[in-house]
């Protein structure tokens, strides 16, 4: 009987979720991308183990990218780019930088295949745009420290962020279908 | 539709062009700020929003509105005038007498006293980029440009940039980060840089003798920066080779002691007056040597009131 109240709550949030437009789906990541951003801001240690925290306007990018391009994303995600800039010390640009390549490439892939119909592309998608991602930041952290730094926090960011994803991946689809119409005259 | 779908064709390439072009604009900036003129007026910027940014010392709009901001901010002076207080009337009472029979003894300019402004963190970055964290005190609570910080493991690191309310401190484990050192016992003198695995690396090591395995590394007080003596760290042996195993590991308190660096100014900064130009001028109006000795040291006396001192306060 509980069991089957939850899942007519839970059925209840999806319908209300599945009539939400997209302007307010947009609003309603790039609010959950402030919070986390922010609640990262803080010194973060549980039983004396630094928590890693995850780079949450990568996952809106990647979640954004997969309804296609749009200037409000864009913005935003150079927005928060610049936060995460001066936050981690990062040149200028760099996460804003990172942010758009990873909007633009899951764009792209969604655009390219049909996912719908192909889960394999749904689930090897997000981890190669996140690895490429990382790359980059990898790549610009030891182009900006004249070194190669470490790889480890990378990946445990990696790690983390795409936990995230798993997460929070339906809240950054903004219910705009884009991609190739299979089945339909061109 | 068909109207409909070649709108939208339309469209699409307008958003693409715009991705291409921000994405080739934060490359541009991220290329020009390898020019060290262009990145200095971009700190400064960069500095602020920080400041702005991640700064818990800021208050709120409720808080300045309801006047708890202006009752917090007199309970902080007053603590801080309290500490100050306390820490100077058990140390200056018993020690300024001897203190100075002492300094008059052996002639000895006086060291200044040590005053500091104890700050919370309140972010760490300790990502890719820059190991630094930020701490909740800036030019308002006395923090000075220069300034370095420790924790009760030892040293911490370097004010690398100052806000209002807010500063960041570049940390000892930094690649970047270069510190004078000593060993305690073995008084080698090198240079310390942070590396990639939390170790300290030593650098320009002298041709003969090295670092004692479990001996202290001290601040060696050169380049006048970090004051002599320090904790650093100790000495550890990881894949043959010594390190130095960073102290301010040990004290994870959350807070840090920010102190004034040593400021020694240049002898160009206060030139010491030429005996010969000396001798010239009180040769022309005394004849005799004896005042040019006088007017010189009155000279250097007035021209350096408080520079003797290493500290500079």
């Given at each position: 009987m509980a069991r089957r109240r939850k899942s007519e709550r839970l059925s209840a949030v999806a319908g209300i979720w599945a009539e939400t437009g997209p302007t307010s789906r947009f609003l309603i990541g790039t609010l959950i991308v402030a919070a986390i951003g922010l609640i990262g801001l803080t010194p973060?240690?549980?039983?004396?183990?630094?928590?890693?925290?995850?780079?949450?306007?990568?996952?809106?990018?990647?979640?954004?990218?997969?309804?296609?391009?749009?200037?409000?994303?864009?913005?935003?995600?150079?927005?928060?780019?610049?936060?995460?800039?001066?936050?981690?010390?990062?040149?200028l640009g760099c996460f804003g930088f990172i942010n758009l390549a990873a909007f633009g490439a899951s764009s792209l892939i969604a655009r390219s295949f049909d996912r719908e119909r192909n889960p394999l592309i749904s689930t090897v998608a997000p981890v190669v745009l996140y690895a490429v991602s990382f790359v980059l930041v990898w790549l610009f952290a030891s182009f900006s420290g004249n070194h190669l730094v470490q790889l480890s926090p990378l990946v445990n960011v990696f790690v983390v962020t795409y936990i995230l994803h798993i997460l929070t991946a339906p809240v950054f689809d903004l219910g705009r279908r884009v991609g190739p119409l299979t089945g339909s005259m061109s | 539709m068909a109207r409909l779908r070649g709108k939208r064709l339309k469209a699409r390439p307008v958003r693409r062009y715009a991705l291409i072009v921000a994405l080739v604009m934060l490359f541009a900036v991220l290329l020009a700020q390898t020019s060290p003129r262009l990145r200095a007026w971009i700190d400064p910027a960069r500095t602020v929003a920080a400041d702005q940014l991640a700064s818990s010392a800021r208050p709120g709009l409720w808080d300045r509105i309801s006047g708890k901001a202006a009752r917090d901010e007199r309970i902080r002076e007053l603590e801080a005038e309290v500490r100050e207080l306390t820490r100077y009337r058990s140390v200056a009472i018993s020690m300024a007498a001897r203190l100075e029979a002492y300094e008059d003894m052996l002639n000895v300019m006086g060291e200044p006293p040590v005053r500091g402004v104890t700050a919370r963190i309140t972010s760490e970055t300790n990502g890719p980029f820059r190991e630094a964290i930020l701490v909740n005190a800036g030019t308002l609570q006395g923090v000075q440009a220069?300034?370095?910080?420790?924790?009760?493991?030892?040293?911490?690191?370097?004010?690398?940039?100052?806000?209002?309310?807010?500063?960041?401190?570049?940390?000892?484990a930094?690649?970047?980060?270069?510190?004078?050192?000593?060993?305690?016992?073995?008084?080698?003198?090198?240079?310390?840089?942070?590396?990639?695995?939390?170790?300290?690396?030593l650098t320009d090591l002298p041709e003969r003798g090295s670092f004692i395995l479990g001996e202290r590394v001290l601040t060696s007080g050169e380049g006048g920066i970090f004051p002599r003596g320090i904790v650093v760290g100790e000495v550890v042996e990881r894949g043959g080779a010594l390190r130095v195993e960073f102290g301010m590991n040990r004290g994870r308190g959350g807070f840090v002691r920010l102190m004034p660096s040593m400021q020694i100014p240049p002898p160009e900064e206060y030139p010491a007056p030429d005996a010969t130009d000396a001798e010239d001028d009180t040769g022309i109006e005394a004849g005799d040597g004896a005042p040019v000795d006088e007017t010189a040291e009155t000279a250097t006396s007035e021209a350096l009131p408080d520079a003797g001192a290493p500290g500079g306060g």
């Amino acid at each position: 009987m509980a069991r089957r109240r939850k899942s007519e709550r839970l059925s209840a949030v999806a319908g209300i979720w599945a009539e939400t437009g997209p302007t307010s789906r947009f609003l309603i990541g790039t609010l959950i991308v402030a919070a986390i951003g922010l609640i990262g801001l803080t010194p973060k240690t549980l039983f004396d183990t630094e928590l890693v925290w995850p780079y949450a306007s990568l996952v809106a990018a990647i979640g954004w990218g997969r309804s296609g391009l749009g200037f409000r994303p864009m913005v935003v995600l150079i927005l928060f780019g610049l936060a995460q800039d001066v936050i981690v010390y990062a040149p200028l640009g760099c996460f804003g930088f990172i942010n758009l390549a990873a909007f633009g490439a899951s764009s792209l892939i969604a655009r390219s295949f049909d996912r719908e119909r192909n889960p394999l592309i749904s689930t090897v998608a997000p981890v190669v745009l996140y690895a490429v991602s990382f790359v980059l930041v990898w790549l610009f952290a030891s182009f900006s420290g004249n070194h190669l730094v470490q790889l480890s926090p990378l990946v445990n960011v990696f790690v983390v962020t795409y936990i995230l994803h798993i997460l929070t991946a339906p809240v950054f689809d903004l219910g705009r279908r884009v991609g190739p119409l299979t089945g339909s005259m061109s | 539709m068909a109207r409909l779908r070649g709108k939208r064709l339309k469209a699409r390439p307008v958003r693409r062009y715009a991705l291409i072009v921000a994405l080739v604009m934060l490359f541009a900036v991220l290329l020009a700020q390898t020019s060290p003129r262009l990145r200095a007026w971009i700190d400064p910027a960069r500095t602020v929003a920080a400041d702005q940014l991640a700064s818990s010392a800021r208050p709120g709009l409720w808080d300045r509105i309801s006047g708890k901001a202006a009752r917090d901010e007199r309970i902080r002076e007053l603590e801080a005038e309290v500490r100050e207080l306390t820490r100077y009337r058990s140390v200056a009472i018993s020690m300024a007498a001897r203190l100075e029979a002492y300094e008059d003894m052996l002639n000895v300019m006086g060291e200044p006293p040590v005053r500091g402004v104890t700050a919370r963190i309140t972010s760490e970055t300790n990502g890719p980029f820059r190991e630094a964290i930020l701490v909740n005190a800036g030019t308002l609570q006395g923090v000075q440009a220069g300034a370095y910080a420790e924790n009760e493991g030892g040293l911490v690191g370097r004010v690398v940039q100052i806000g209002e309310r807010s500063s960041r401190v570049l940390l000892v484990a930094d690649f970047n980060s270069r510190v004078p050192v000593m060993g305690e016992a073995s008084g080698m003198r090198a240079i310390l840089f942070g590396d990639r695995d939390d170790l300290g690396t030593l650098t320009d090591l002298p041709e003969r003798g090295s670092f004692i395995l479990g001996e202290r590394v001290l601040t060696s007080g050169e380049g006048g920066i970090f004051p002599r003596g320090i904790v650093v760290g100790e000495v550890v042996e990881r894949g043959g080779a010594l390190r130095v195993e960073f102290g301010m590991n040990r004290g994870r308190g959350g807070f840090v002691r920010l102190m004034p660096s040593m400021q020694i100014p240049p002898p160009e900064e206060y030139p010491a007056p030429d005996a010969t130009d000396a001798e010239d001028d009180t040769g022309i109006e005394a004849g005799d040597g004896a005042p040019v000795d006088e007017t010189a040291e009155t000279a250097t006396s007035e021209a350096l009131p408080d520079a003797g001192a290493p500290g500079g306060g």
